[in-house]
Antibody, heavy 118, light 108 residues
Framework: EVQLVESGGGLVQPGRSLRLSCTSS????????MSWFRQAPGKGLEWVGF??????????QYAATVKDRFTISRDDSKSIAYLQMNSLKTEDTAVYYC?????????WGQGALVTVSS | DIQMTQSPSSLSASVGDRVTITCRAS??????LNWYQQKPGKAPNLLIY???NLRSGVPSRFSGSGSGTDFTLTISSLQPEDVATYYC??????????FGGGTKVEIK
């Protein structure tokens, strides 16, 4: 059974950093791209970024709203994807979801709430 | 970037009604259109991929159609467990990954 579990969410002040982890199981993690999406309270789904598999060089892509502030990485030996969030803004407040793939998104984590507030 | 527009943004229908949600892309996306269901407080769940392919385990009352720029999600007989927000998403040209704004379905 495929499982994705996010951790590391919480309350953080504007300008500070936070790192989310996505621990995966039930599939060959190294074979898949991993993505992050977010959903602000009462709003729709927003893509944050993705990291391709090693076969595709592990390249990353980011939404314009987070580019240069957020970094996605992966540890294939541990089946974990990370989302490093720096220079956080109040508008980054959202539930963050990690997913397998970014085209047809067949598995989502349960989400991690990140609240950016002073 | 390809923009996705859904309509209506919300609807209320009776149990057993046929419900139709539309999704329009700002340019042709062939049949690279996926639908997700998000129940309150839960993560989204893939319902239909590549316009009309039902994910395994999804009830057959759900169906999808369309091509190019115009797509439709249909629930043939609305059930109480279908209360959710539905999102369309294009997988034709990424990045960025883009979604419609969502359609909230409620029971009348």
């Amino acid at each position: 059974e495929v499982q994705l579990v996010e951790s590391g969410g919480g309350l953080v002040q504007p300008g500070r950093s936070l790192r989310l982890s996505c621990t995966s199981s039930g599939f060959i993690f190294a074979d898949y791209a991993m993505s992050w999406f977010r959903q602000a309270p009462g709003k729709g789904l927003e893509w944050v970024g993705f990291i391709r598999s090693r076969v595709y060089g592990g390249a990353t892509q980011y939404a314009a709203t987070v580019k240069d502030r957020f970094t996605i990485s992966r540890d294939d030996s541990k089946s974990i994807a990370y989302l490093q969030m720096n220079s956080l803004k109040t508008e980054d407040t959202a539930v963050y979801y990690c997913t397998r793939e970014y085209g047809i998104i067949d598995y989502w984590g349960q989400g991690a709430l990140v609240t950016v507030s002073s | 970037d390809i923009q996705m527009t859904q309509s209506p943004s919300s609807l209320s229908a009776s149990v057993g009604d046929r419900v139709t949600i539309t999704c329009r892309a700002s340019q042709s996306i062939s049949r690279n259109l996926n639908w997700y269901q998000q129940k309150p407080g839960k993560a989204p769940n893939l319902l239909i991929y590549a316009t009309s392919n039902l994910r395994s385990g999804v009830p057959s009352r759900f169906s999808g159609s369309g091509s190019g720029t115009d797509f439709t999600l249909t629930i043939s007989s609305l059930q109480p467990e279908d209360v959710a927000t539905y999102y369309c998403q294009q997988s034709y040209s990424t990045p960025p990954v883009t979604f419609g704004g969502g359609t909230k379905v409620e029971i009348k």
